[in-house]
């Protein structure tokens, strides 16, 4: 069980009776993240512009937790951002513009938060 602390407008998570955060479990769980996000950044693309169904903003988040994750854990990592890791995964300068381009368009009314 785990409770949820606002600090300085971070949200932050903390386990309950002092423990650590099981950095074994962390890492699966990132693998498996990252091993899922090109499919998610080829839905986006390969989205309806009119009528999207697969959300650029949440993906974009997803990139830059996994990231800072990673980080925490002192993974070194071959990609520093969204980009960056969007270029790593394989796809091209422009399939990043226009995925880009689909973040700034929803990130207008996601209602979610934004990283």
């Known amino acids: 069980m785990g409770f949820v602390v606002e600090v300085e407008n971070e949200v932050k998570v903390g386990i309950t009776g002092g423990g650590e955060i099981d950095r074994e479990k962390l890492h699966f769980l990132l ?24 959300s650029a ?31 790593f995964q394989g796809f091209s300068e422009k399939e990043y513009e226009a995925f880009e381009e689909s973040r700034r368009k929803e990130s207008v009314y996601y209602g979610g938060r934004q990283y």
Do not use: R
């Not at 990252?34 to 839905?43: K, T």
């Open 31 to 54: 693998i498996d993240v990252v091993c899922s996000l090109p499919s998610e950044i080829d839905e986006v693309l390969n989205d309806s512009a009119e009528d999207p169904h697969h």
């Open 57 to 87: 903003v949440h993906v974009s988040n997803l990139i830059k937790c996994c990231i800072e994750m990673w980080t925490q854990l002192g993974k070194e990592l071959p990609y520093y951002d969204v980009k960056s890791f969007i270029l």
